[in-house]
């Protein structure tokens, strides 16, 4: 096949910006949710009762 | 019409700010000198050479300059909090950015005719090339891109980096301006047209940016 | 991620292999480039839903500015961070094109310079968000800086076509209505679709990211309202 090598750089490099990015807004969104999960849980915790 | 008579005064007012220092034109125009001198250390162009790459040259020049005067516009107000105050006496947006602007795109377009001469000189070009085409597109840009520039000196007022941010905002976004303009005067220089299709860009530009100007100025021009 | 969202990144998944299958088998051999002229399809495919996301964006920016509600920056900062990763990759494949057939790296193709004044003007918007100090006018601030930058779009395409007639250079190939075979028209339709489903995806998880910053933010803030309830109340 001519030019394999410039067909695979460029559909290599363009998923892997997709996934990339992708796999970046998840991994954020994890995070986010853990901390937003600790902070309420800690929340209901010093909250007296009422 | 009541918003052209404010912005009128507000352009006077700031005009007579610029006029008691001369520091902003001063300033902005050494720049422009700077650029032109630097180009020919970093080309040493021919004369014919000169000639294709001259207009170029002078729009990237004066599109420069304006991005970095632009900022001191909204910049000002931010000292002592002018800008309420200003609000408080115009108590309309539009007519603030657009007094704003008239004002910044005179000052530019005199440093603009000013300078015009010294590329002249400088790349050792015809005088018969100042032509009234190439002052009307001038002109014509520097309205546009004033209005932008000053709304947008508006918009980073209060953001960090706001000196770098600014051209890095209103560059590409004149971009279109840059390509007709220069290619406007290229073909000026070349064949003496007096800018063929170019100046509808530059104009569709402006009533573009009139437009949304006029629709979001409130949202510009805030404390 | 809730059950409706790991369906769609599913079906999105499933028509890109389908896609890929399309670029590779069902797509015909072009007579001059070969195999290379493969390339269109996820250059010319992603070059069209990033101006589809920025499209977007500007109609969300509109929409915050008539509604003031932060869903709709969210949506929006979405829009435009989607739209500059399509953006990367039209530039980053047309090179890759280009460098082959015409022994260049870059060149000032029309498509290319015109997805490369985008690029600028959309990471301007990122960088405007990034560098406001205040806040509450961040929202504000991007979406009339969105909305001035949108309606460049014509100007600038225009600029640069016309600039492009008058010194003509290499033409990247392909573009809707440049006579293409009507095999490659479905190949590039699948491809297309499957992009604008992960659009979809990336917008969607992007806009949970920022509605989440959001209430964190509130939560973190919680604390003191809790507090200052408390305080009326006794």
């Known amino acids: 096949m001519k030019n394999f090598w410039s067909l695979l750089a460029a559909y290599g490099l363009g998923w892997a910006i997709f996934f990339g990015y992708l796999l970046t807004l998840l991994k954020r969104l994890g995070r986010l949710e853990e901390k937003l999960r600790r902070l309420q849980a800690a929340r209901q915790v010093s909250r007296p009762e009422s | 019409m009541n918003v052209l008579r404010r912005a009128w005064v507000i352009c006077a007012k700031e005009l007579r700010v610029e006029f008691r220092t001369h520091e902003l034109t001063l300033t902005t125009g050494f720049f422009v000198l700077l650029v032109a001198g630097m180009f020919s250390f970093a080309f040493e162009p021919s004369s014919t050479e000169a000639r294709t790459l001259v207009p170029g040259l002078l729009w990237l020049a004066f599109l420069f300059a304006a991005s970095l005067m632009l900022q001191f516009s909204f910049l000002r107000e931010q000292t002592d909090d002018t800008l309420s105050a200003l609000r408080l006496a115009a108590s309309d947006p539009f007519a603030i950015l657009l007094g704003k602007a008239a004002a910044n795109g005179a000052l530019l377009f005199g440093i603009e005719l000013v300078f015009l001469p010294v590329f002249i000189v400088f790349y050792n070009l015809p005088l018969s090339l100042l032509s009234a085409p190439l002052l009307g597109i001038l002109l014509a840009a520097t309205a546009g891109l004033s209005l932008v520039g000053s709304a947008f000196s508006a918009l980073v007022a209060r953001s960090r980096m706001r000196e770098l941010l600014l051209p890095l905002l209103l560059l590409p976004l004149l971009s279109p301006v840059l390509i007709a303009g220069a290619e406007a005067t290229a073909e000026m220089f070349d064949t003496g047209s007096s800018g063929g299709r170019w100046w509808g860009i530059v104009l569709a530009f402006d009533v573009t940016y009139l437009a949304a100007a006029w629709l979001l100025a409130d949202f510009v021009v805030q404390e | ?234």
Do not use: K
């Open chain 3, 1 to 234: 991620m809730g059950r409706g969202q790991r369906a769609l990144v599913a079906v999105a998944a499933i028509w890109l292999a389908w896609a890929g299958y399309a670029i590779f088998i069902v797509a015909p051999m072009e007579r001059t480039m070969r195999e290379l002229q493969r390339i269109f399809y996820i250059h010319a495919a992603s070059g069209l839903v990033g101006l589809i996301a920025f499209f977007g964006s500007f109609l969300a920016s509109v929409g915050y500015l008539a509604s003031r509600q932060d869903r709709w920056d969210w949506l929006a900062l979405a829009l435009v961070e989607a739209g500059e990763v399509f953006c990367t990759v039209v530039l980053v494949t047309g090179p890759i094109w280009a460098r082959p057939v015409w022994g260049i790296w870059w060149t000032w193709d029309a498509r290319l310079t015109l997805t490369f004044v985008l690029w600028l003007l959309y990471a301007g918007y990122l960088m405007l968000r990034r560098l406001s100090e205040d806040a509450a006018r961040r929202a504000m601030l991007a979406a009339v800086f969105n909305v001035f930058a949108f309606v460049d779009v014509p100007l600038v395409y225009f600029s640069i076509r016309w600039w492009r007639t008058q010194h003509p250079g290499p033409v990247i190939a392909g573009g809707p209505g440049s006579g293409l075979d009507p095999r490659m028209w479905h190949v590039f339709l699948t491809v297309w679709t499957g992009l604008l489903l992960l659009l979809l995806v990336f917008v969607l998880q992007r806009y949970r990211v920022a509605a989440l910053e959001a209430a964190l933010e509130e939560e973190e803030l919680a604390p003191m309202t809790d507090r200052a309830v408390r305080e009326q109340a006794s």
